[in-house]
């Protein structure tokens, strides 16, 4: 007959169960392995995915830099259409404020009386200079007061004013333009 192994137990079960170091050891021999194996699952699920987010930013480098290549091959189009539409802008402006200088021009010929003649014009959106002529002081003062009864310029600024023995009274103005008229 074979002989029974001998074991021998220096703790025993029961004493075991009521110390400290039994009581862990008995709770990592149960929990502990259960503990062990989630956190495997998870550094192993960690590594797989790895590779799942490793190909997803190589994916998304390979984007970047075609799409920055798309980016440097349509550059000077883009500068094109910007200065394209820089232009058209300033062309807008321009034409918006081409009302504003005829209006401007037939109002002063509405005003001009017979015997007063302009010799040079300057206008802008804000203001029109003139130098002009009267050939009488009568057309002179008539010019003047229409000047002031209309409604389309805020302030007059009247100044040089000459006689001439053979072209009559010459004088410059500068007629400030009203905000109603813009």
């Known amino acids: 007959m074979p002989a029974k192994p001998i074991t021998i137990n220096l703790l025993g079960q029961e004493d075991l169960k009521h110390t400290p170091q039994g009581r862990i050891i008995g709770w990592a021999l149960t929990y502990g392995r259960y503990i062990m194996i989630g956190t495997e699952i998870v550094v192993l699920l960690a590594f797989i995915s790895r590779f799942s987010l490793d190909r997803k930013l190589?994916?998304?480098?390979?984007?970047?830099?075609?799409?920055q290549a798309i980016l440097e091959a349509n550059?000077?189009?883009?500068?094109?259409?910007?200065s394209l539409q820089d232009k058209l802008v300033k062309l807008k402006q321009t034409t918006n404020n081409?009302?504003?200088?005829?209006?401007?021009l037939n109002t002063l010929q509405s005003l001009l009386p017979s015997d007063v003649y302009v010799e040079t014009l300057d206008v802008t959106t804000d203001r029109l200079s003139v130098n002009a002529t009267a050939?009488?002081?009568?057309?002179?003062?008539?010019?003047?007061?229409n000047l002031q009864a209309a409604k389309q310029?805020?302030?007059?600024?009247?100044?040089?004013?000459?006689?001439?023995?053979?072209?009559?009274?010459?004088?410059?103005?500068?007629?400030?333009?009203?905000?109603?008229?813009?």
């Open 98 to 104: 081409q009302k504003l200088p005829l209006d401007t």
């Open 135 to 145: 050939g009488t002081t009568h057309g002179f003062s008539q010019f003047l007061t």
């Open 58 to 67: 190589t994916d998304l480098r390979e984007e970047i830099a075609q799409k």
């Open 75 to 82: 550059k000077d189009l883009e500068r094109d259409i910007r």
């Open 153 to 182: 310029f805020s302030r007059i600024d009247i100044g040089d004013i000459k006689k001439n023995l053979l072209t009559g009274i010459e004088f410059k103005f500068t007629a400030y333009l009203s905000n109603k008229s813009k």
